[in-house]
């Protein structure tokens, strides 16, 4: 939220009134705002949201949701059409990236047009509503007066309560599961290929050491849920100084480490990438796709003009101790979609003052890279996840 407080103002019953406006992505409130119950149709919502008018449901909570549902499946419907010829030429993939982007960012602002009000200590005054105190306490922080923020936003705090709860179960060298914990607007780890090259990659002089090669000292940059600094403590590497700016993430992480059992072994602290000091190895898993985020949850996947790419490689030789390496995960999936060219990170590597001492591949397995119905399916289908093994020229 905003440190200063927005408002949102409607008339409901002949009088005007007024409260705060919460949204985590920075969404300005509706101004035009009608009060809806349960006898509003999803033909009649769904009009009114794509026209740009906020619903207050004053109706029962479960039926809110299923009229959600009902105005996202008619976004998803395509008016009848004669049919056409394919195109003669495959449609330019930055193009199709973008046009998936205003796709998403419409539907968005379509959804989020049905709002929910919210008294003292997360209260719901609506039929059926569930306790939403602990999930919102998580996302937000201690209750701290009235709101209104919209129905879509409330089920994502929900979803993220599930899921702290639950965790997420990552397999890791040894037989052993890691299970992650993720908090609220800190990305999860679902997509587990980045993480397993982290886990089995071979130390720098692994082959030629007659000694043990794992390092007493690495940094992982930008730890989000901590989950890369446990798979290298688990590896054995000594002292681990793990790096983020957000706080959601700090919490997040040393939540999961002292979870794991790796608290003694771990330090989570406050940086802008890189933190006092050398390392014999520097891990970073930034943001895959440049491009604008439109929510915090998204700035763990896009990253406007590569900036914490670019931050990353520039500063990297100088936290390196000789005969260092760093270890960037990074997918090829914006070469794929014409927003990054390989050859422009290869630049970006030499300028650094950088050289490539290896590469190791996997191709992702997740549900999107075989969805043949996902608008970005070519992309996907030829991803490959790289973990770069970068030193000093």
Known sequence: M????????????????STRWRSEGGVAPPKNVLVA???????AAYRLACEGTALLWRGDFQNARQLLQAMARRIGRKPRQPHKAAPAFPFPPGAAFHLHRQAQAQRARTLGMLLLQFGDDYRLDLRRAPEVGPACAEAYGPA?????TSLRELLGVIGAHEWRKKGVA????????????????VFSPVRGEYVGLVADAPFANAENSATSAIPALAFDIGTGTGVLAAVLARRGVERVVATDQDARALACARENIARLGFGAR??????????HGRAPLIVCNPPWVPARPSSPLETAVYDPGSRMLRGFL???AAHLEP??????LLSDLAEHLGLRARTELLALVDAAGLKVAGKIDIRPQHPRATDVDDPLHLARAAEVTSLWRLAVR
């Open 2 to 17: 905003p440190d200063t407080p927005v408002a949102f103002g409607w008339s409901e019953g002949g009088e005007a009134r």
């Open 37 to 43: 119950d349960d006898r509003i149709t999803a033909d």
């Open 144 to 148: 701290d007066g009235p709101f209104v």
């Open 170 to 185: 990552l397999p890791v060298p040894g037989g052993d599961i890691f299970r992650i914990h993720p908090h609220y607007g």
């Open 266 to 275: 771990v330090e989570i602290v406050y940086a802008d990438l890189f933190p």
């Open 314 to 316: 520039g500063g990297l």
């Open 323 to 328: 005969g260092g390496e760093g270890w960037l």
